[in-house]
């Protein structure tokens, strides 16, 4: 199945930045949303019309309106930590100490920006594998 990337971010810079590495590396299904109650839509308007859900979120945490962690917690109640989504926290930190907790959260994988191709290879690769 080709990846579907479903980015939400309301960094604009890094929103272009990220749709042209997926892009360079083959990915052309992506959607990017500016904060967590977007991509809360995005998702269940995908599902009420029958339309492919994504594979991969890359969700950053500081955002308006709904930040990262308050998406999960939305995410989770409604039943999507159940769909095969593979939830991957994207973040400017350049201090991975202490992402270990994170997972606790329902992240899947955590990507330091800016998105390479050798990560994104790295995360498809690990998608993979778990399936």
């Not at 980015?7 to 052309?28: P, R």
């Not at 999507?80 to 973040?91: D, M, P, R």
Request: hydrophobic letters at 40%; proline letters at 5%.
């Amino acid at each position: 199945m080709s990846p579907c990337i479903l980015l939400i971010d309301d960094d604009q810079i890094s929103n272009h930045l990220t749709q042209a590495t997926l892009k360079g590396s083959g990915i052309n299904h992506i959607q990017v949303v500016n904060n967590g109650k977007e991509g809360l839509d995005y998702i269940q308007s995908a599902l009420r019309w029958n339309k492919p859900l994504p594979t991969h979120i890359l969700l950053d945490i500081k955002m308006p309106v709904m930040d990262g962690f308050e998406f999960l917690k939305q995410y989770r109640s409604l039943g999507f930590e159940n769909s095969g989504i593979k939830v991957i926290l994207f973040t400017s930190s350049i201090n991975p100490k202490g992402f270990d907790f994170l997972k606790e959260f329902g992240f899947n994988e955590i990507v330091i920006k800016p998105l390479t191709q050798d990560k994104i290879n790295s995360l498809l690769t690990q998608s993979l594998a778990q399936n």
